[in-house]
């Protein structure tokens, strides 16, 4: 029998083998960080990130190949983070135990918002700090489920208790389609929508909604109304760098931001209130309990996890390979927007609006707004061009008539799936140039 | 040097060490089954579950140190079930990766409820089948952040939408303090709180709440204006085993269960209805859209995975050592049910209601409610039983006046931690001894 060699003897072969065991207790020990594996189903199917870089190229769109279905780009479904996010794998997983969050409460040392757990109410003053995008300093959080109920707990909270009425709550057109709705829903007699902030002309108070960036057409606003008595409450969804350049920090007594738009997390259904006033983040605060009884405890721990990941990858970006969360958003959303404006070009029938560039604080670029709608007008001989789209094209997007401006406009969103995205663009592509 | 041992020779330690990593290897692949080890804070301090049944034992109440703190009952925070979540460990363990569950949307096949998970759908249906308290086949099942907010989509969708102004709501007296609270928050000119039912007068539409248990009280509860013109809605949150015995199966046109009282996951924000009317079904879909855009999707997955738990729990119940989910919780009441009435017993200075035993065809026996709240008297010579129990014992309890009651009532929470539990029973077996 030949010798074995002295490198393969038994002794440096458990010395092998020790190291071995070493590495995969700590691996287990390490638990649900980056090396742990999940067998789940939803697991097996997707890439598992081994860092924490995503690699998502969005330089090359393929050719999509267009099998004639409906296209629905009328509402603003976020489907266009779910490459990031799955290719963050478990990076951004949460592992949440059947025994936790049984109680109504959270652990927060006598927060004024009761129900917020603290890891979020950390984990969002810590994304503003790194964006740089709003005041955190001695304000209030409030959580919400999404901004809309936010935006309901601002109006319950600002609208006065005496008897003279209900408030007027007023937007400049074109405004997002649902304040309308939801401010009339259920005819308060706290708060009433009173229209398009430009032709707004009674006296005494008003509360003013200043998007910004604005939805529907992406363009930054400010208080249009400007009277004494006007409460303002800003509505800064769409204040993040991949949507527009970071110019200031937000400085407003009530600014609301939301999962949806900025991670992309619609279905979580959390937002968040940063408040000046400490009754007026009293009485958000009392709404949503009489509401809904504080806001699922699952989807805040989800959401600290989520916006961690994002502020993480801010702190370790610096090169191609390590691209923020914003980063990667910014290039998604610039080479969509770079399609849509070579096809306007193109068709010359169409247009989408223009925006100054400006300097980001936070990329560190100059760049145009580049909004998660596009507000788009059809040209001559389109009255209606909602109408034009769905019956030739069978594109769905949402009339502007729905924003207090006219049909002409229509509202597409800029944030669905690429397969959708593609074949938006080479109908309308086609659909223009074929009929005008 | 003496010889090292032939049972420690390199080749022996060698195969230890090979078998210790093969076994490490497949801990890993395992992945999240039960014997995964997640190394967070939370599992640190709790024991792992190593099978599929919980060994809660009620029957020996330990004496529990009284510290002099606050207890506060004045809420029904349902941490009574902790334990046997705990107990349950990673069988109702979720796993939520950080793109899941981005969209607005569920793939749920066009169900009315847009927003509702299927896996949750099926769930709701199979304990409900399982338990048998409630009808399901040819209902609409709606999905609210909790069965608050499902109570508000209801008035939305059952008030009249004429000029004919807000239509009363009406609840007989005990009734949830919250409801009046709720209905009249933001003065909807849709409905408005009508006062007690038992007393309502008013000629027309009016919209009967019947909480049956009912909550302050227990009592089973049936409609009491009983005019032509009523629209019910049907609060069953407490109406399973470990509450009241199951005498029929609830058949309603509006039927709201929560979590929070059944599993005990309150801080999920998960409730459910059961509803016979398509259109009503529609606009309570429709309020839900403008309150809050859906439910979160990470709390209805979780609230599949824990219903699923308790499902199963039932059809493997049968002996001592697997006993179900409901087996458990009513063991968890009655015992604290049984110390509470010895404690009335003794002191004879305050009163719970008695309840009129009936056969449970879920549990298969008779027995008497055991609700999720006592709705204590105090006796003679004390007029306002909350400041009492406040003032001398430092124990929080929610007085009766605000449940359309008087004030020498007060509900308690029967569902607090066991530690609580025992040092207001210490407390007021004492205090009524001592001071009357």
């Known amino acids: 029998m030949e010798q074995i060699p002295r490198v393969l003897s038994w002794r440096n072969m458990l010395v092998l083998s020790l190291a071995i065991n070493f590495s995969l207790i700590l691996r287990i020990l390490k638990g649900d960080d980056e090396y742990s594996l999940y067998r789940t189903a939803y697991f097996s199917m997707w890439p598992v990130a081994s860092g924490s870089s995503a690699s998502c190229n969005y330089n090359e769109m393929e050719e999509e190949k267009d099998d004639d279905r409906i ?33 109504y409460f959270s652990d927060n040392n006598n927060n004024l918002c009761w129900f917020l757990e603290p890891e979020l109410g950390k984990e969002i003053v810590r994304v503003h700090n790194v964006v740089g995008n709003a005041v955190t300093q001695d304000r209030f959080i409030v959580v919400g489920t999404g901004s809309t109920q936010l935006y309901q707990a601002a109006l319950y909270a600002l609208s006065p208790r005496d008897d003279s009425g209900p408030i007027n709550v007023v937007s400049a057109a074109p405004f ?36 910004s960036p604005n939805n529907p057409d992406g363009f930054l606003r400010k208080p249009v109304v400007n009277r004494s008595k006007g409460i303002l409450i800003h509505d800064l969804a769409y204040y993040w760098p991949q949507y527009t350049p970071i110019t200031s920090i937000a400085d407003h007594d009530v600014m609301l931001f939301t999962a949806s738009k900025s991670t992309g997390h ?43 990941v994002v502020s993480d990858s801010c702190e370790k970006s610096g090169n191609e390979t390590a691209k923020s969360f914003f980063e990667h958003s910014y290039d998604a959303l610039s080479k969509r927007w770079e399609l849509l404006r070579q096809a306007a070009k193109n068709s010359q029938h169409f247009t989408v609006p223009d925006f100054a560039s400006q300097r980001c604080n936070f990329l560190g670029k100059v760049f145009e707004s580049q909004p998660a709608f596009a507000w788009l007008k059809c040209g001559k001989g389109i009255v209606d061009c909602e109408k034009f789209l769905r019956e030739k094209q069978k594109i769905l997007t949402k009339s502007g008539k729905y924003f207090g401006d006219d049909q002409s406009y229509v509202r597409i969103s800029m944030l669905d799936r690429d397969s959708n995205f593609k074949i938006f663009l080479h109908r309308i592509s086609s659909s223009f140039n074929s009929t005008l």
């Open 266 to 308: 619609a279905g979580m259904r959390i937002g968040w209130a940063l408040v000046k006033d400490r009754e007026t983040a009293k009485k958000m605060t009392e709404y949503i309990e009489l509401n809904t009884i504080g806001v699922s405890k699952d989807s805040q721990l989800k959401a600290s996890k989520v916006l961690k």
């Open 176 to 211: 997002y389609s649902s304040y309308p709705l939801i401010t009339d829903c259920i005819k308060s007699g706290l708060y009433r929508w009173g229209g398009d902030a430009k032709t707004y002309k009674e006296e005494g108070p008003y509360i003013e909604l200043v998007t």
């Open 71 to 103: 296209i629905n780009l009328k509402l603003g479904d976020p489907t266009v983070y779910e490459r990031y996010w799955q290719e963050m794998g478990e990076m951004a997983t949460m592992v949440i135990p059947g025994w936790q969050s049984l109680s």
